[in-house]
């Protein structure tokens, strides 16, 4: 429940996320239960289902349609959260300067950077879906989104562990980072690849497993970059990393089709 809660904008039991949102201090023993991060995989798996069925429903007949329309309702799901961590981490890594970045990613204005980020991102994450259904049908586009939506929210709880010590201040990803344990991690990973290899089985794809695996580290890389370039971890940056990761594993899955 913590994980769908932090998150989506399903009406689940939202203790952990009121939590996190105020970046409150909570026992180290809490972490697993009140992150949810160990279950990230799952809520991203079952994020993506909803793609899945949009594609089944739209795409087959309107491929383009079925992929605006698929990643219309993740953001729908998600309350666009991860997006708008994305415009403002583009925001703040076009300000120069430590103060005027924060300054930029707090303002609630989205500046060029932002736009500039998001239509590049999505347009990847659609054009990805688009082409899927194109060269290898609705199922494995749709599948392709339920794996993406699993490996990408795994992807904070990696940036999470890997860069514990730049997570500073009161703010999300500073609570994230210090709750969330090596066991949420291992098990996050571990739920994601096991999903990814059934949907590849499911679907009878190898690209949909090779993709992923080519989107997780690209998405890694990406997020790892972004987070130096920063100089520290927070919950835009964090949502950066989900956005990224989603865009390269639809990217690497269909280019792995095609």
């Known amino acids: 429940m913590a994980a769908l809660a932090l998150l989506t904008r399903l009406p689940v039991r939202r203790g952990a996320a009121s939590a996190a949102a105020g970046g409150g201090s909570m026992g180290a023993g809490d972490g697993a239960e009140r992150t949810g991060a ?13 793609a899945l069925a949009t594609v089944l429903l739209v795409g ?4 383009a349609l079925g992929a605006v329309l698929a ?11 991860h997006l708008d961590g994305l415009a403002d981490t583009a925001d703040a890594l076009l300000a120069g ?9 707090k303002d609630p204005a989205v500046g060029p950077g932002g736009v ?4 590049l991102v999505l347009g990847v994450e659609i054009a990805a879906l688009a082409s899927l259904v194109e060269s290898s049908g609705a199922l494995i586009a749709g599948v392709a989104a339920v794996a993406a939506g699993a490996v990408s929210r795994t992807m904070p709880v990696a940036v999470a562990r890997l860069l514990r010590d730049r997570a500073t201040g009161e703010g999300f990803g500073s609570w994230f980072a210090l709750h969330v344990a090596s066991a949420d991690l291992a098990i996050a990973v571990a739920s994601a690849s096991l999903l990814v290899a059934g949907l590849a089985v499911l679907a009878g794809s190898s ?10 580290l690209a998405g890694l890389a990406g997020a790892l ?3 130096r370039a920063r100089g520290r971890l927070d919950g835009d940056g964090m949502g950066t990393a989900v956005e990224l990761t989603m865009a390269a594993t639809l990217l690497g899955i269909a280019l792995a089709a095609g």
């Open 38 to 50: 160990a279950a990230f995989a799952i809520a991203g798996a079952l994020v993506g289902a909803g």
């Open 60 to 63: 087959a007949s309107e491929p």
């Open 71 to 81: 990643v219309a309702v993740t953001a729908l799901l998600t309350g666009a959260l």
């Open 97 to 105: 300067d430590p103060g005027r970045a924060e300054a930029a990613r």
């Open 116 to 119: 500039a980020a998001l239509i």
């Open 207 to 216: 690209a949909v497993f090779i993709g992923a695996i080519a989107g997780a």
């Open 225 to 227: 970059a972004v987070t």
